[in-house]
Protein backbone atom coordinates (compact mmCIF):
# COMPACT_ATOMS: atom_id res chain seq x y z
CA UNK A 1 0.00 0.00 0.00
CA UNK A 2 1.25 3.57 -1.45
CA UNK A 3 2.32 5.45 2.05
CA UNK A 4 -0.30 9.40 2.38
CA UNK A 5 0.89 12.14 1.87
CA UNK A 6 0.78 14.97 4.65
CA UNK A 7 0.02 18.24 4.35
CA UNK A 8 3.00 20.25 4.89
CA UNK A 9 4.06 22.86 6.72
CA UNK A 10 3.09 25.39 4.30
CA UNK A 11 -0.45 24.33 4.35
CA UNK A 12 -0.71 25.24 7.81
CA UNK A 13 -2.42 28.06 7.83
CA UNK A 14 -4.86 28.76 10.93
CA UNK A 15 -8.59 29.52 10.29
CA UNK A 16 -9.23 33.33 10.57
CA UNK A 17 -11.49 33.57 13.55
CA UNK A 18 -12.00 37.16 13.99
CA UNK A 19 -8.72 37.88 16.17
CA UNK A 20 -6.78 40.42 14.41
CA UNK A 21 -3.75 42.60 15.86
CA UNK A 22 -3.72 45.73 13.78
CA UNK A 23 0.25 46.81 13.83
CA UNK A 24 1.37 50.24 12.56
CA UNK A 25 4.66 51.30 12.78
CA UNK A 26 5.36 55.42 12.97
CA UNK A 27 8.32 57.73 12.74
CA UNK A 28 7.87 61.49 13.32
CA UNK A 29 3.58 61.34 12.67
CA UNK A 30 1.93 63.45 15.21
CA UNK A 31 -0.30 65.10 13.78
CA UNK A 32 -1.35 61.47 12.04
CA UNK A 33 -1.53 59.37 15.77
CA UNK A 34 -4.88 60.27 17.01
CA UNK A 35 -7.07 60.75 14.00
CA UNK A 36 -5.96 56.94 12.55
CA UNK A 37 -6.11 55.01 15.61
CA UNK A 38 -10.46 56.89 15.87
CA UNK A 39 -10.78 55.43 12.40
CA UNK A 40 -9.36 52.28 13.09
CA UNK A 41 -11.64 51.69 16.04
CA UNK A 42 -14.57 52.91 13.95
CA UNK A 43 -13.35 50.49 11.47
CA UNK A 44 -13.22 47.09 13.61
CA UNK A 45 -15.53 48.03 16.75
CA UNK A 46 -18.07 45.28 16.93
CA UNK A 47 -17.00 43.31 14.03
CA UNK A 48 -13.45 41.83 15.24
CA UNK A 49 -12.07 41.24 18.39
CA UNK A 50 -8.70 43.73 18.07
CA UNK A 51 -5.88 44.96 19.29
CA UNK A 52 -3.70 48.18 18.07
CA UNK A 53 0.10 48.28 18.23
CA UNK A 54 1.98 51.06 17.44
CA UNK A 55 5.72 50.82 17.07
CA UNK A 56 7.41 54.32 17.04
CA UNK A 57 10.21 53.95 14.95
CA UNK A 58 12.59 56.66 17.12
CA UNK A 59 10.47 59.81 16.48
CA UNK A 60 11.80 62.96 17.44
CA UNK A 61 8.67 65.29 17.42
CA UNK A 62 5.48 64.66 19.71
CA UNK A 63 4.84 61.69 18.56
CA UNK A 64 5.45 59.54 21.85
CA UNK A 65 3.45 62.76 23.67
CA UNK A 66 0.37 61.73 21.03
CA UNK A 67 0.81 58.11 21.76
CA UNK A 68 0.80 58.36 25.52
CA UNK A 69 -2.24 60.62 25.39
CA UNK A 70 -4.07 57.85 23.20
CA UNK A 71 -3.46 55.30 25.04
CA UNK A 72 -5.58 57.08 28.15
CA UNK A 73 -8.32 57.19 25.67
CA UNK A 74 -8.11 53.64 24.12
CA UNK A 75 -7.95 50.18 26.00
CA UNK A 76 -6.84 48.25 23.41
CA UNK A 77 -4.18 50.63 22.28
CA UNK A 78 -0.62 48.91 23.07
CA UNK A 79 2.85 51.29 22.38
CA UNK A 80 6.13 50.14 21.86
CA UNK A 81 9.16 52.63 21.43
CA UNK A 82 12.07 52.04 19.42
CA UNK A 83 15.16 54.30 21.59
CA UNK A 84 16.34 54.80 17.86
CA UNK A 85 15.23 54.69 13.94
CA UNK A 86 15.30 51.01 12.84
CA UNK A 87 13.58 51.29 9.82
CA UNK A 88 10.14 50.25 8.55
CA UNK A 89 10.43 46.33 8.60
CA UNK A 90 12.12 46.50 12.00
CA UNK A 91 9.63 48.67 13.14
CA UNK A 92 6.65 46.19 12.20
CA UNK A 93 8.53 43.08 12.92
CA UNK A 94 8.59 44.51 16.17
CA UNK A 95 4.82 45.06 16.90
CA UNK A 96 4.13 41.58 14.85
CA UNK A 97 6.11 39.71 17.84
CA UNK A 98 4.63 41.27 20.42
CA UNK A 99 1.27 40.94 19.03
CA UNK A 100 -1.70 38.96 20.83
CA UNK A 101 -3.44 37.89 17.91
CA UNK A 102 -3.32 35.22 15.37
CA UNK A 103 -4.00 37.24 12.39
CA UNK A 104 -2.27 40.64 11.28
CA UNK A 105 -3.52 43.75 9.21
CA UNK A 106 -1.13 46.25 8.51
CA UNK A 107 -1.08 49.42 7.42
CA UNK A 108 1.09 53.28 7.25
CA UNK A 109 0.82 55.45 9.81
CA UNK A 110 0.37 58.10 7.56
CA UNK A 111 -3.68 58.22 6.71
CA UNK A 112 -2.97 57.81 2.97
CA UNK A 113 -4.72 54.38 3.75
CA UNK A 114 -8.09 54.15 4.75
CA UNK A 115 -8.82 51.49 7.91
CA UNK A 116 -12.54 50.75 6.80
CA UNK A 117 -10.41 48.84 3.92
CA UNK A 118 -9.16 46.52 6.40
CA UNK A 119 -12.37 44.71 6.47
CA UNK A 120 -12.36 44.53 2.47
CA UNK A 121 -8.98 42.18 3.26
CA UNK A 122 -10.79 40.32 5.85
CA UNK A 123 -13.61 39.48 4.22
CA UNK A 124 -11.64 37.21 1.33
CA UNK A 125 -10.78 35.09 4.89
CA UNK A 126 -14.45 34.15 5.62
CA UNK A 127 -15.00 30.50 6.72
CA UNK A 128 -15.92 28.07 4.02
CA UNK A 129 -14.81 30.73 1.21
CA UNK A 130 -10.93 30.91 1.45
CA UNK A 131 -8.93 29.01 -0.59
CA UNK A 132 -6.90 25.95 2.24
CA UNK A 133 -3.34 27.91 1.06
CA UNK A 134 -4.53 31.93 0.63
CA UNK A 135 -2.42 33.30 3.74
CA UNK A 136 -1.70 36.83 2.33
CA UNK A 137 -4.37 39.55 1.61
CA UNK A 138 -2.54 42.39 0.22
CA UNK A 139 -4.22 46.08 -0.50
CA UNK A 140 -4.08 47.31 -3.96
CA UNK A 141 -3.74 51.04 -4.32
CA UNK A 142 -5.82 51.57 -8.09
CA UNK A 143 -5.74 55.47 -7.90
CA UNK A 144 -2.56 56.60 -6.05
CA UNK A 145 -2.93 60.40 -4.10
CA UNK A 146 0.99 60.82 -4.48
CA UNK A 147 3.68 63.12 -6.03
CA UNK A 148 5.03 62.17 -9.38
CA UNK A 149 8.01 61.45 -8.10
CA UNK A 150 7.05 58.87 -5.70
CA UNK A 151 4.48 57.08 -8.27
CA UNK A 152 7.50 57.04 -10.85
CA UNK A 153 9.15 55.09 -8.47
CA UNK A 154 6.67 52.92 -7.32
CA UNK A 155 5.62 51.61 -11.16
CA UNK A 156 8.90 51.39 -12.03
CA UNK A 157 9.80 49.01 -8.67
CA UNK A 158 6.76 47.02 -9.07
CA UNK A 159 7.67 46.40 -12.65
CA UNK A 160 11.01 45.05 -11.90
CA UNK A 161 10.19 43.74 -9.18
CA UNK A 162 7.05 42.12 -10.54
CA UNK A 163 9.40 40.91 -13.45
CA UNK A 164 11.88 39.18 -11.79
CA UNK A 165 10.41 37.73 -8.50
CA UNK A 166 6.98 36.52 -10.41
CA UNK A 167 5.03 37.98 -6.99
CA UNK A 168 2.20 38.05 -8.89
CA UNK A 169 0.82 41.45 -6.65
CA UNK A 170 0.13 45.17 -8.79
CA UNK A 171 1.10 47.03 -5.59
CA UNK A 172 2.99 45.35 -2.93
CA UNK A 173 4.12 48.78 -1.40
CA UNK A 174 0.94 49.22 -0.22
CA UNK A 175 1.20 48.96 3.76
CA UNK A 176 -2.51 47.60 4.37
CA UNK A 177 -2.14 44.01 4.21
CA UNK A 178 -3.26 40.65 6.45
CA UNK A 179 -1.76 37.46 6.78
CA UNK A 180 -1.26 34.94 9.72
CA UNK A 181 1.21 36.05 12.24
CA UNK A 182 2.64 32.82 13.03
CA UNK A 183 3.93 32.43 9.19
CA UNK A 184 5.71 35.98 9.36
CA UNK A 185 7.48 34.31 12.19
CA UNK A 186 9.32 31.75 9.94
CA UNK A 187 9.99 33.84 6.95
CA UNK A 188 13.20 35.25 6.71
CA UNK A 189 13.98 38.48 8.21
CA UNK A 190 15.85 41.56 6.41
CA UNK A 191 15.41 45.03 6.35
CA UNK A 192 12.91 45.93 3.74
CA UNK A 193 11.56 43.06 3.92
CA UNK A 194 7.49 44.36 4.46
CA UNK A 195 8.38 45.24 0.48
CA UNK A 196 8.66 41.59 -0.84
CA UNK A 197 6.09 39.97 1.44
CA UNK A 198 4.44 38.10 -1.64
CA UNK A 199 7.21 36.92 -3.13
CA UNK A 200 8.22 35.28 0.77
CA UNK A 201 4.61 33.98 1.03
CA UNK A 202 4.71 32.19 -2.51
CA UNK A 203 8.44 30.94 -1.60
CA UNK A 204 6.69 29.38 1.52
CA UNK A 205 4.35 27.13 -0.86
CA UNK A 206 0.97 29.61 0.25
CA UNK A 207 -1.35 31.45 -1.90
CA UNK A 208 -1.98 35.77 -1.83
CA UNK A 209 -4.51 37.73 -3.22
CA UNK A 210 -4.58 41.15 -4.03
CA UNK A 211 -7.65 43.71 -3.34
CA UNK A 212 -8.44 47.07 -4.90
CA UNK A 213 -8.53 49.72 -1.70
CA UNK A 214 -8.61 53.30 -1.24
CA UNK A 215 -5.40 55.62 -1.61
CA UNK A 216 -5.90 59.18 0.35
CA UNK A 217 -3.68 62.07 -0.06
CA UNK A 218 -1.19 62.94 2.69
CA UNK A 219 -2.96 65.69 4.64
CA UNK A 220 -0.08 66.30 7.76
CA UNK A 221 3.35 64.93 7.78
CA UNK A 222 5.87 64.29 5.26
CA UNK A 223 6.89 60.88 3.00
CA UNK A 224 10.04 59.40 4.55
CA UNK A 225 10.39 57.65 1.02
CA UNK A 226 11.83 59.06 -2.46
CA UNK A 227 13.81 57.90 -5.26
CA UNK A 228 16.78 57.43 -3.33
CA UNK A 229 15.71 55.26 -0.54
CA UNK A 230 13.11 53.32 -2.32
CA UNK A 231 14.11 52.24 -5.91
CA UNK A 232 17.95 51.77 -5.60
CA UNK A 233 18.17 50.01 -2.15
CA UNK A 234 15.51 48.07 -3.32
CA UNK A 235 17.10 46.67 -6.50
CA UNK A 236 19.76 45.10 -3.94
CA UNK A 237 16.96 43.75 -1.45
CA UNK A 238 15.36 42.23 -4.70
CA UNK A 239 18.68 40.45 -5.58
CA UNK A 240 18.57 39.31 -2.02
CA UNK A 241 14.80 37.59 -2.37
CA UNK A 242 15.63 36.20 -6.03
CA UNK A 243 18.21 34.25 -4.62
CA UNK A 244 16.62 33.24 -0.86
CA UNK A 245 13.87 32.01 -3.88
CA UNK A 246 16.02 29.91 -6.09
CA UNK A 247 17.20 27.85 -2.33
CA UNK A 248 13.91 27.18 -1.53
CA UNK A 249 12.80 23.78 -1.29
CA UNK A 250 9.31 22.52 -0.73
CA UNK A 251 9.40 18.77 1.00
CA UNK A 252 6.27 16.75 0.55
CA UNK A 253 6.40 14.53 3.81
CA UNK A 254 4.96 10.48 3.06
CA UNK A 255 3.99 8.43 6.19
Known sequence: MAPAATPDAAT?????????SVVVAVKDEADNIAPLIEEIHAALDGVAEFEVVYVDDGSTDATPARLAEAQRRFARLRVLRHRRACGQSTALATGIRAARHPWIATLDGDRQNDPADILA?????APGQRAPRL?????WRTTRHDSA???????????????????????????????PREVFLR??????????LPAL???????????????????????????????????????????????????????
Not at 135 to 139: R, T, Y
Request: charged share 25%; glycine share 10%; hydrophobic share 45%.
Open 201 to 255: FLREGLEIASVPVRHRPRVAGRSKYGIANRLWVGLVDLLGVLWLQRRMKLPETLS
Open 12 to 20: AVPDFDSRV
Open 135 to 139: ALIAG
Open 187 to 196: LPFFDHMHRF
Open 121 to 125: LLARL
Open 149 to 179: VRKLSSRIANAVRGGLLGDRTPDTGCGLKVF
